[in-house]
């Protein structure tokens, strides 16, 4: 198996932190990519249209995309259940996935406003915008502590993702310090093994 990787990529360390829960991070090869919204790379292109990252390869010979379908992927094929089968607690952990990924989303939008876009053109109510829609997200997480758990779910893992990227990108946001009850869950769920490991592409 192989994924196209950016150490940097949330949505990359989403998929790596689910292999690795199921023991199969050591099976997969990471290949070079370089996405980004203007200077788009070509290489992925050929395999995913989008030319987002992560874009992955089966040893079937099967390309998936995007992280949803490769991180159900990898639970499949591992026999895990890090996807609940059925019922509630299914749609409970696949909607706190795309809470979790909506964190990323605006994440991501908000620094490209800031670091690709040319000064004189940036929008700032619009970084103002996605700021707000990362900080009602989390606020609803601190208000709903029940949300979370320290079970390796899809949603948690997506969860615990985004707020590594805030770290890594917006050490500023003082989430810590807003919401105290996902920064206690988030001190517990950070130093699951997969959580704190890192990847990086071979010498």
């Excluded at 090869?29 to 989008?50: K, S, V, Y």
């Excluded at 979790?100 to 000064?119: N, V």
């Excluded at 990108?169 to 206690?184: L, T």
Aim: proline content about 5%; glycine content about 6%.
């Amino acid at each position: 198996m192989k994924l196209m990787f950016s150490p940097f990529s949330p949505y990359v360390r989403k998929c790596l932190v689910i292999a690795n829960e199921l023991g199969m991070d050591s099976r997969i090869e990471l290949l070079t990519a370089a996405a980004n919204p203007i200077n788009r790379d070509r290489t992925i292109i050929t395999h995913n249209p989008l030319g987002k990252i992560p874009t992955f390869f089966t040893d079937d010979g099967e390309t998936l995309y995007d992280s949803r379908v490769i991180c159900e992927y990898l639970n499949d094929l591992g026999k895990g259940s890090l996807f609940p089968a059925s019922g509630l607690a299914r749609w409970r952990a696949l909607t706190l996935q795309s809470l979790g990924d909506g964190i990323l989303d605006a994440a991501i939008l908000a620094r490209y406003e800031g670091f690709l876009r040319p000064e004189a053109l940036r929008w700032q109510e619009w970084s103002v915008g996605q700021r707000d829609k990362i900080h009602t997200s989390i606020a609803h997480l601190n208000a709903n502590p029940s949300l979370l758990s320290d079970e390796a779910t899809i949603g948690n893992i997506a969860v615990g993702c985004a707020l590594w990227y805030l770290d890594l990108r917006f050490a500023d946001f003082g989430w810590r310090e807003a919401y105290p009850e996902v920064a206690r869950w988030y001190a517990a769920y950070s130093q699951r093994p997969s959580m704190k490991m890192t990847w990086a592409l071979p010498a």
